[in-house]
């Protein structure tokens, strides 16, 4: 990959030439959501929803979490959480629900006008509780039915009554879709829609897994914006393409032994959520020192593929298996796989006020993961969307008292 000579000081992270790519993938999911709404075709979902069955079913899925990244990143969270605060929700309430609730609340002074109207509102809790009450909330400011699929949580193995208790509820969900939209599932399209998802998720995965190379090939800040469609888009077809170029540069970066970053030096895990009204100013600030975060137990969460004879039992098993479903033992030994695989100089926790579910235990696992690898942790304190509650220089701070640790 040839490096462009402009005579002024390079910067400390390479940018990816596929972000153009990726801008049109997302675009074009924008404008399919607007038509889907037009046409009653919309559901809005949470990010662990088994997304599969109403893509093969002909409807077309949107994520307010992803929204909520969207809101963090044109950094106007305080103003849009504080439209859900005007009607009474807590500042203590996930900054996602808060961004989702006052967007929808006024979309008029909100990005991209807010998301367009669902006709369907489809929750998992295998992610928080919070989504069921959030999106009764945006069940009585749309009209829109809400549907919950339950996946109990899991402490060590998944248990064959629990995972008949899941797909039973998969049954009802394409009740509930048929019976909402007039739809029916077909198998041979099921199968072709989880088909594409395990292309994408493949191709995604070695991605990630790439960078247990030396330089990595990627950056935080490059993980989180590519997961993007892994996450809205699965099943699409369309997002194969994109994944697939992906993973050419990134394998261009490793054969040519060019890393996200230009003078990799200190190699750390991330936990949780980024800042997203800050992600490539936290990211590319610590690159200039060095620092590249070759792993991170949020992305790495997308790799599950719906696959076997029985599919609902398949997905059953996938989406109750996802990482913030598991116990905290789960997590810490996630943690310590990961950074013994991508051979890991330490980690970073980000305690993100708003997602309690992902944050609760990290003073915890910060202890058992520095024991079980003998590599120093620190955590730092913030939002994922509300950066009223970022303090940049508390974070430096710390951060700094675990860079002195590498000299």
Known sequence: MAEKSSGKEEKAYRPLNTQGLLEQVLFRYVLEGNAASEAGRLAWVTSGFPVEIPVAMGITATYPEQYGAVVGSQKVGPTICGFAEELGYSQELCSYARSSIGSTRKPEESPLEGLPKPQALLACNNICGTVLRWYDAISQLTGAPVFLLDTPPIEGEQQPHHVAYVRRGIEHLVEFLSSTFGVTLEEARLREVAANSTKAIGLWTKS??????????????????????????????????????????????????????????????????????????FFNGLAKRGVVFPADTYTHAWSGSIEGEDLFASAATIYSNVYLNKGLQAKV?????????????????????????????????????????????????????????????????????LLEMFQ
């Not at 540069?249 to 996200?260: C, D, F, H, T, Y």
């Not at 991508?342 to 708003?354: C, I, K």
């Open 208 to 281: 990630l897994e790439a960078c247990k190379n030396k330089p990595s090939p990627l950056n935080c800040a490059d993980r989180f914006t590519t997961m993007a469609p892994i996450v809205t888009m699965r099943g699409a077809e369309d997002i194969i393409e994109f994944y697939q170029a992906l993973y050419d540069e990134v394998q261009e970066r490793v054969s040519q032994g060019v890393g996200a970053i230009r003078d990799e030096k200190i190699r750390l895990l991330w936990d949780n959520i980024p800042p997203w009204f800050s992600i490539f100013r």
């Open 333 to 401: 030994d996630k943690m310590v796989q990961l950074i013994k695989d991508y051979d890991l100089d330490g980690f970073v926790m980000f305690s993100v006020r708003s997602c309690k579910r992902y944050s609760l235990g990290q003073l915890v696992s910060k202890e058992l993961v520095t024991e079980q690898t003998g590599v120093p942790g620190v955590v730092i304190e913030g939002d994922m969307v509300d950066s009223r509650l970022f303090n940049e220089a508390q974070i430096q701070t710390r951060i700094d008292a």
